[in-house]
């Protein structure tokens, strides 16, 4: 059982937008800033976005995220056979005094 | 250019211990709080351990907790992960992953290639 929480699964088809939740509590999302990273498939995971909103060098402006209060998104904008990958949150966890995972999201372009 | 590389990993006996390794370069090491992550076959993400720039504060998560310890060496720019008492259910890739800034609570920028640890009788 992850502490943050995301949906297992969603879909989209090519140019189609799709977000992807993240559910945290006032100890970690409600507190700190918020992570996303790409995972595809046999490989590392990729630092997709830091800091809630900001994009590392490289990563299209089709990926956007946003943070209230406890919780997270992750949007993709005109989806792309290539995003098709494992997407997890992340946020630094002070009662735990380290960073926690959502359990992943499994993004398939249909 | 910047990268991490894990060696280290193999086939272990439960109870056993086992060292990973971690070779950075293209950055100041020094400069940077280092983490490992691992990743259990078909599962997700899960934080193990971090250590601050000068190794003087080091924490963990509580499954690993008495078990793992993290160092590092700065003039070797290399971070470590040794890993006592296997358990079957540390079975994993292990990842490490450099701080986007330096602290311990920022983004993973760099992530390695991943050493997988298999812990099996």
């Known amino acids: 059982q992850s502490v943050l929480t995301q949906p297992p699964s969603a879909s989209g088809t090519p140019g189609q937008r799709v977000t992807i939740s993240c559910s945290g509590s006032s100890s970690n999302i409600g507190s700190d800033t918020v992570n996303w990273y790409q995972q595809l498939p046999g490989t590392a995971p990729k630092l997709l976005i830091y800091s809630n909103n900001q994009r590392p060098s490289g990563v299209p402006d089709r990926f956007s995220g946003s943070k209230s209060g406890t919780s997270a998104s992750l949007a993709i904008s005109g989806l792309q056979s290539e995003d098709e990958a494992d997407y997890y949150c992340?946020?630094?966890?002070?009662?735990?005094?380290?960073?926690?995972f959502g359990g992943g999201t499994k993004l398939t372009v249909l | 250019q910047v990268q991490l590389v894990e060696s280290g990993g193999g086939v272990v006996q439960p109870g056993r211990s086992l060292r990973l390794s971690c070779a950075a370069s293209?950055?100041?090491?020094?400069?940077?709080?280092m983490h490992w992550v691992r990743q259990a076959p078909g599962k997700g993400l899960e934080w193990v351990a971090f250590?601050?720039?000068?190794?003087?504060?080091?924490f963990y998560a509580d499954s690993v907790k008495g078990r793992f310890t993290i160092s590092r060496d700065n003039s070797k720019t290399t971070l470590y992960l040794q890993m006592d008492s296997l358990r079957a259910e540390d079975t994993a890739v292990y990842y490490c992953?450099?701080?986007?800034?330096?602290?311990?609570?920022?983004?993973?920028?760099?992530w390695g290639q991943g050493t997988m640890v298999t812990v099996s009788s």
């Open positions: 293209g950055f100041t090491f020094s400069s940077y709080a």
């Open positions: 250590i601050t720039y000068v190794g003087s504060n080091k």
């Open positions: 992340a946020a630094w966890d002070d009662s735990l005094n380290g960073p926690v």
């Open positions: 992953a450099k701080t986007f800034a330096g602290s311990p609570n920022d983004a993973f920028d760099i």
